[in-house]
């Protein structure tokens, strides 16, 4: 696997295994936008290391992301790191336990898409393997990878102001200035299309020029006109899923084909479409729903039916067998089952799910999948905490923009109902093909534009990331 790294990898690979043989304690950060070979680059640091009996522990941020790695967890799952660090600020590890000196005996830890973690995410990883080490070395003393894009986005804080994000970003702990960095810019996803490579650069480091309106322009054969919005969507949508009864019979053929777009609502809206046009029987399954305080239950029983919830699956979950679904809760992550895992639905029963994993180690594993209460989050603004049990999986014909983040796809659909409003959305979302051939972009007009021809959007980029990033 090695012999086919190019320049870059190889020198990240060699000084990585130097220091993981030399047992020198040191940390690094593989920095390189989408494409340029970074997940290949892991994936040949841990077949080198596990093939000679080393422990390598691999983990992501995002659920997706894991999946792709050779034995991945996401890292609140293995490390056990707080989701709320308002109540506490250390990871819910024993120094006794088995995790703890699987940690100890390791030879590299490597965490990828590290550019979306928060930074008290990093921290209290670091504080956990200086107490399991007993050493006031930085991560313990351990050889630990970190790598991502600050061209892509940041952590996820809700209604979070410029200032806010960037100090809850990676690049603001102290820890960053200790990292020893490692660059990749050979672009590997885009090296059949040299031009769309410099273009998505252009977007990502915000160097594209924007009009009066803040507004860049994208290449013209990428956009679907917009005349009407029934027509333009099913012209985006059969451009992506070209044949939807030949996919129900070969769901392989499609898994690699999605439409993104920059908020939970639009996901909504796509998949309620495609679900119908979905070949098959339709099944509903409705959630429980009960308050927390069971003196409320008779009043808002009705209310909460017609709430959807960040990180709940909806009280009417429509499904049918053959279809992509994504799990939404760590429910076994040594059998595959992680927040974030995508799966085929192949037998829909009334209180369970059998389902296919199709990415990872786990491809092909048959599971089942049981209905499960889960409660409200904590920083949840609906004013009635309430407990819904249903399967915990959403559809996953589309995804968010930041769902998609570490994926290379086949083919892309981005439908911009509205415009992308975070750092590195629109950046994320075009690199995730190889080819411009392979995507297409549909842009609504905004409530007062009336019919829209053009090909200008919204590009959010903070410049402060990378005056951080070169610390």
Not at 26 to 39: A, N, R
Not at 189 to 204: K, M, N, T, Y
Not at 380 to 394: C, L
Request: charged letters at 25%; one cysteine or more; glycine letters at 6%.
């Amino acid at each position: 696997m090695s012999l086919r790294l190019n320049a870059q990898q190889k020198y990240a690979y060699d000084t990585i295994l130097q220091t993981c043989f030399a047992s020198q304690g040191h940390s690094f950060f593989i920095d390189g936008p989408g494409g340029t070979g970074k997940t290949f680059l892991y994936r040949s640091l841990l077949a080198t290391l596990r093939s000679q009996g080393y422990i390598a522990i691999a983990v992501a941020t995002s659920g997706i992301a894991a999946s792709i790695l050779p034995g991945g967890r996401t890292a609140h799952s293995r490390f056990k790191i707080p989701l709320d660090f308002s109540k506490n600020r250390t990871c819910q590890l024993s120094k006794q336990g088995s995790v703890a000196r699987l940690l100890s005996e390791s030879k590299l830890i490597l965490w990828d898409e590290a550019s979306m973690a928060k930074r008290e995410t990093i921290e209290a990883f670091d504080d956990l393997l200086r107490d399991i080490m007993e050493s006031e070395l930085p991560f313990g003393g351990k050889v630990v990878v970190f790598g991502g894009d600050f061209r892509q986005t940041l952590p996820v804080i809700e209604q979070a102001t410029k200032e806010i994000l960037l100090q809850s970003c990676f690049l603001n702990s102290p820890l960053w200035c200790k990292l020893h960095k490692l660059k990749l810019t050979e672009n590997m996803r885009a090296i059949l299309d040299p031009q769309f490579s410099e273009f998505l650069l252009r977007v990502g480091e915000g160097h594209e020029l924007v009009d009066f309106n803040g507004e860049i322009t994208l290449p013209k054969d990428l956009v679907i006109p917009y005349y009407d919005k029934e027509e333009s969507l099913n012209r985006l949508l059969q451009s992506v899923f070209l044949d939807l009864a030949l996919y129900s019979l070969d769901p392989y053929r499609m898994i690699n084909r999605c439409i993104l777009t920059p908020k939970n609502s639009s996901v909504d809206e796509l998949n309620d479409i495609l679900i119908k046009r979905f070949p098959g029987e339709l099944h509903t399954f409705i959630s429980s729903d009960k308050t927390v305080d069971q003196r409320h239950q008779g009043d808002y029983e009705d209310f909460l039916n017609s709430q959807n919830p960040k990180g709940l699956p909806p009280h009417r979950l429509m499904l049918k067998e053959n279809y992509p679904i994504i799990l939404i809760r760590n429910l076994n992550p040594v059998e595959g089952l992680c927040n974030g895992t995508r799966l085929i639905c192949r037998e829909l029963g009334r209180h369970t799910i059998s389902a296919e994993i199709v990415f990872g180690q786990h491809k092909g594993k048959r599971v089942l999948i049981p209905k499960i209460p889960l409660q409200t989050p904590d920083s949840q603004k609906n004013s009635i905490a309430f407990i819904r049990t249903q399967f915990p999986v959403r559809l996953c014909f589309a995804l968010t923009i930041n769902k998609s983040q570490g994926q290379t796809l086949d083919y892309v659909g981005i439908y911009l109902r509205e415009p992308v409003f975070s750092h590195g959305q629109l950046y994320v979302a075009l690199s995730r093909v190889r080819t411009s051939a392979e995507l297409k972009i549909l842009i609504l007009p905004g409530t007062f534009d009336g019919i829209k021809t053009d090909c200008k959007t919204r590009n959010v980029v903070f410049s402060e990331v990378f005056e951080l990033s070169q610390q």
